[in-house]
């Protein structure tokens, strides 16, 4: 019985070849070697044309660990990866795998799962607000989709911030944690460690993307020099491919402190409010916004 798996979830429209040069070098390391690791890469096929949805990619992405495990008669420990729109895969499959998602139980490898390392992970969702592109491209798709509702649902949807797969993942998420945060205290961190790296050219992710994660003392963040949201996880595209590993190994290798990364002794939020839109609107139509600023500016005038 090998003593690891490593998951390996790449992001939309990748390829699991451009991990091999990540993955030979981690092989050399102690722990992630052939004959103690098995790594399993989750070939997806996720393109911008997919239809479907993520929830339903996570399901399977658990059913072949959970075959792995079968297979392997068990591991005693489990490395979660994953890239982009991977990281909302695994993320998703971790909260399966603990039954805090969905309607069935706990498997029996969820308490094995050691680290989570999300290479740009798209946790808040792509904001379509910051990049014409994906405004005009987000709204002709919400377009088709209320228009033609009989057609397939477009999968990238999902990946929307606002989306119902985002809100949900990002709500059970939290509760998982804080649970544990509140049962075992600040000083033993919720298992598995979390590390989020994101490329310091990355114009799709951004720091404050993270908090959901950086929130609680298992959550990290490593910034990774020359890097941008495609290549991050790239070794031979690296203008200094020697520092690049040495940022991903301790990704993967290195110990961090049990503090929260984000200081939320004293809250700056007071009331929280969900606009809900029908099922003809959108949550990037103009009327949201307008909304939001209306409600902000009673706040200010009341406080």
């Known amino acids: 019985m090998k003593k690891r798996l ?3 979830v790449p992001g939309l429209s990748g390829n699991i070849q451009y991990w091999q040069p990540l993955r030979e070098r981690l092989q050399q390391e102690i722990g992630y070697a052939p004959s103690d690791a098995h790594y399993l890469c989750f070939e997806h096929r996720i393109g911008l044309r ?3 949805r993520l929830e339903d990619v996570a399901q399977d992405l658990k059913g ?3 075959a792995e495990w079968i297979l392997s008669d068990g591991f005693e420990d489990i490395v979660l990866v994953g890239h982009s729109l991977g990281g909302l895969i695994v993320r998703q499959t971790f909260l399966l795998a603990k039954g805090a998602a969905g309607d069935e139980g706990p498997c029996e490898w969820a308490p094995t799962i050691s680290r989570i390392v999300l290479f740009a992970s798209l946790n808040r969702g792509i904001d379509p607000t910051r990049k014409i592109e994906h405004r005009l491209v987000t709204r002709f798709l919400l377009w088709i989709y209320r228009l033609f509702p009989f057609l397939p649902y477009p999968l990238v949807l999902d990946a929307i911030k606002g ?3 985002l809100g949900n993942l990002r709500i059970n998420w939290i509760r998982l944690f804080l ?6 205290g600040d000083g033993a961190p919720p298992h598995p460690q979390v590390v989020q790296l994101v490329g310091e050219s990355d114009n799709l992710v951004y720091t404050d993307d ?3 994660v950086l929130s609680f003392p298992n959550g990290h963040y490593l910034p990774v020099p020359d890097a941008d949201h495609t290549d991050v996880y790239k070794l031979a595209e690296a203008p200094d491919p020697e520092l690049r590993y040495a940022v991903l190994r301790k990704a993967f290798l290195g110990s961090f402190p049990a503090v929260a990364n984000i200081d939320a002794a004293e809250p700056t939020v007071r009331r929280l409010v969900f606009l809900l839109h029908g099922i003809r609107a959108s949550n990037v139509d103009e009327w949201i916004k307008e909304l939001k600023t209306l409600i902000e ?3 200010r005038v009341h406080t």
Not at 179 to 184: F, G, I, L
């Open 6 to 8: 490593v998951v390996i």
């Open 50 to 52: 997919s239809t479907g």
């Open 64 to 66: 072949r660990i959970n």
């Open 163 to 165: 989306s119902d797969f």
């Open 179 to 184: 649970s544990h945060t509140m049962n075992h």
């Open 210 to 212: 993270s908090k959901d």
């Open 297 to 299: 500016e009673r706040d």
